[in-house]
């Protein structure tokens, strides 16, 4: 199982992606706002177009109501 951090920035004025930092990390820029969980909705989404899996392979491990997030797959 793969674990990946994510720093995620809802209600970006850009398109969504995903950008890898130097540490390994991820930084997610959506353009879904933080309410009713639709930011989580889209990053998952975003990281399984990126990472090309199914989208019900992905879980929030930790941190569903937090901007860090840690993702399994």
Do not use: C, W
């Not at 793969?2 to 970006?12: L, N, W």
């Not at 959506?30 to 975003?46: F, I, P, Q, Y």
């Amino acid at each position: 199982m793969t674990q990946i951090q994510v720093k995620v920035k809802p209600g970006s004025k850009q398109l969504s992606r995903l950008e890898k930092q130097a540490d390994g990390s991820y930084v997610a820029f959506l353009t879904a706002r933080a309410h009713d969980g639709e930011a989580n909705k889209v990053l998952v989404e975003l990281v399984a177009k990126t990472f090309r899996i199914p989208k019900t392979s992905i879980v929030i491990a930790s941190g569903a109501k937090s901007r860090q997030k840690t993702l399994e797959f």
